[in-house]
């Protein structure tokens, strides 16, 4: 069944060179680069807060921005965690690349640095809709307390997680028949700390946090019908004692769904009440633990790619190629979360891997560009490139490309990429 809905006038609010969507990782990067190469620039965000998966869904660390020790993702990515420890909540020390950071204090440091570039912030307010003008994006319509209104642009990049910009526009997407399950994290405070201490030690390459005494017991407890299937656990060293981050909760789902997300948000609320009990009856550790926190949603792995200029392959990660159009580089293991078991597929990788810039940009666009989740890739190299560190890579890229196409009036598919690779360099990007 269709309704017609009444044919209206939407308000044009204002005009902007670039309009970001999406105030995640990559998005705050995006639009933190395009303010700076000069694009006056709108960031549009669902939430009262910027920092996407880290803040309203508490996935910290922040994976991952070195390999062997060595900085492979530095640039605004990792000026934006050097911001954060300086505000005491972050430790950009460890060896592993991960970076462990309280999610408040991202919240505040991102929206400092944007704030500081010149951004204009635009808070409770879902992207809803665009209007193409002879094959660009010419308005942004989007949905708030105040109607639907439309933001004028010149260029504009889809950081949403979801392509909803690109699908708008009428770009193809692809998505998986099975997609990677969403996790509940959270946070537990009166936790014995100082008896988890050797699980706290730093993880460098294939070695994970995980305790296999917990898995052990958990995994006992699924197979009796006991415990809800779940991953890892991945238990994170907070910043004061006492407290612990735990990604555990997992469900199979599809977060571009709205009534099956909703269903899976009620289910991983319910089910991590139970867990808490069951960490208390079984961990000594957690005898005394108390929920300090939840995360404000689900935490998402994948629902939509793009169609882009290229295609990121498994080989790609595992055997890395050098691209004459290079952005960035990743180095997180291929990580695939099985999604209804408690098992996952984990490949380390050797050395850091390129990504090219085609990845970015939906075939034959003219003013649109992608950063984030959304970016084109197969199933196995998805599963390293999707991680926050490198979307904030593929982020600061996005931006440059924007302000860069409208300064020399090319499209997003004719880039000059070696003057964009030569832009992102300057301004501190490893290549």
């Not at 990604?247 to 319910?270: G, I, V």
């Not at 991590?272 to 633990?289: Q, W």
Request: aromatic content about 6%; glycine content about 8%; overall charge negative.
């Amino acid at each position: 069944m269709f309704i017609n809905e009444n044919e209206k006038k939407i308000q044009v609010i204002d005009s902007y060179d670039v309009i970001v969507c999406g105030g995640g990782p990559s998005g705050i990067i995006a639009a933190i680069a395009a303010a700076r190469n000069g694009a006056k620039t709108l960031l549009i965000e669902r939430y009262g807060f910027v920092g996407g998966m880290a803040s309203s869904a508490l996935v910290t660390p922040i994976s991952i921005f070195k390999k062997k020790k060595k900085l492979i993702i530095d640039g605004i990515p990792f000026e934006l965690m050097k911001r954060i420890s300086d505000l005491n909540g972050a430790d950009v020390t460890q060896d592993s690349g991960n970076v462990p950071v309280d999610d408040e204090m991202f919240k505040l440091a991102a929206q400092q640095l944007l704030l500081e570039s010149g951004v204009t912030l635009l808070y409770h307010t879902y992207f809803s809709d665009c209007v193409m003008t002879d094959g660009k994006v010419s308005h942004v319509i989007v949905q708030n307390k105040a109607g639907r209104v439309a933001y004028e642009c010149k260029a504009a990049i889809d950081c949403t997680g979801d392509a909803d910009l690109v699908r708008a526009a009428g770009f193809e997407t692809t998505k998986e028949t099975k997609l990677q399950p969403a996790s509940l994290w959270f946070q537990l405070g009166g936790v014995d700390t100082d008896a988890l201490k050797d699980l706290f030690v730093d993880a460098v390459d294939e070695k994970m946090p995980i305790s296999s005494e917990i898995r052990g017991r958990l995994s006992e407890l699924n197979q009796k019908g006991e415990m809800p299937i779940f991953g890892g656990p991945w238990i994170s060293r907070h910043f004061r004692d006492g407290i612990v981050t735990i990604n555990l909760l997992r469900e199979s789902t599809d977060a571009s769904s709205p009534e099956q997300f909703t269903r899976t948000e009620c289910s991983l609320r319910e089910n991590l009440f139970k867990v808490i009990n069951i960490m208390r009856e079984n961990f000594p550790a957690f005898k005394d633990c108390w929920l300090l926190k939840s995360g404000t949603q689900a935490g998402v792995r994948e629902t939509y790619r793009i169609i882009g200029m290229y295609k990121m392959t498994a080989d790609d990660v595992l055997n890395p190629k050098q691209f004459k159009d290079t952005i960035a580089k990743g180095t997180h293991v291929i990580d695939i979360h099985k999604p209804d078991s408690i098992e996952q597929d984990c490949i380390s990788l050797k050395q850091e891997y390129n990504i090219p810039y085609g990845v970015l940009v939906p075939v034959n666009s003219e003013n649109l560009i992608t950063a984030g989740r959304c970016v084109c890739a197969d199933n196995s190299a998805f599963g390293s490139i999707r991680v926050m560190a490198t979307c904030m890579a593929m982020g600061q890229a996005a931006g440059t490309a924007a302000a860069i196409s409208l300064q020399n009036n090319c499209s997003m598919s004719g880039m000059d990429t070696e003057l964009l690779v030569k832009k992102l360099i300057e301004q501190g990007a490893i290549i």
